[in-house]
């Protein structure tokens, strides 16, 4: 019996693509389930096109990546959600798309599951932190089990010590490996406590 993890992000110019990538590779290495899904774009086409990167993401992931459905929520035991931060906020495009969670937040889906958050700005101090707990306001509601790393790895301090959740800065270009094993370690963490949720043995 496996658990179910389920890593639902938004990214523009690909930093929290490849976060994403990483947390799904640390839950699959725990043994979970893993379902990687992007959200949908909402921008309109005249503001991606400003932005060569942006288009070029757009156009890399449009294929190789399903999009969310709350389908995708129902189906799993656990929740990692991924965003840009945005003015210190979390992402319009996957904020829209936990505001369709009603239906499901009503029905009780996501009571007692365990969620943990990840997040790219461009600035180290650039409201990370901000977006992190947003996300985190929204697990509260749902009734989740929050999951933050913590300082419960040296892959955290490693990748520059934020006990709340992976957080990228941009400006220093895509994700390193540190960041990325960091973001790792974030899939295990969140695996290795649902699987402790469902009374299923581990370390
Ligand atoms: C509208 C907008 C708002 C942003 N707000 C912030 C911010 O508050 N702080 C910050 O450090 N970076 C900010 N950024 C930069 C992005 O968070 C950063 O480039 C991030 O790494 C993008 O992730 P992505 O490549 O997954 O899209 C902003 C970017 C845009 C387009």
């Known amino acids: 019996m496996s658990v179910k993890v389920a890593v639902v992000y938004y990214s523009a110019t690909g ?7 990483a947390v799904a590779e640390g839950a699959e290495k725990s043994g979970a389930e893993v379902r990687l899904r992007r959200v949908p774009e909402l921008a309109p086409d005249a503001a991606i096109d400003g932005n060569p990167a942006w ?33 210190g906020n979390i992402a319009a495009q996957l904020k829209q798309y936990i505001d369709t969670t ?38 509260h509601h749902w009734g989740s089990v929050i999951v933050s790393p ?26 390193e490996e540190n960041v990325l ?9 969140l695996t290795k406590i649902a699987k402790r949720l469902q009374g299923i043995a581990t370390d």
């Open 15 to 21: 930093n929290v693509h490849q976060l994403a990538q």
């Open 55 to 87: 288009r070029a993401h757009v156009d890399a992931t449009s294929d190789s990546i399903e999009v969310a459905t709350l389908e995708d929520l129902e189906w799993a035991d656990a929740y990692a959600l991924g965003s840009p931060t945005r003015y």
């Open 102 to 139: 009603g239906g499901l937040w009503q029905r009780g889906v996501f009571a007692d599951k365990p969620a943990t958050a990840f997040t790219s700005a461009h600035n180290v101090h650039g409201g990370n932190e901000s977006t992190l707990l947003a996300l985190y306001n929204t697990f």
């Open 150 to 175: 913590g300082f419960t790895d040296p892959s955290v301090y490693a990748a520059g010590g934020n006990p709340y959740g992976t957080a990228h800065p941009g400006a220093n270009g895509a994700p």
């Open 181 to 189: 094993q960091a973001a790792r370690y974030q899939g295990e963490r």
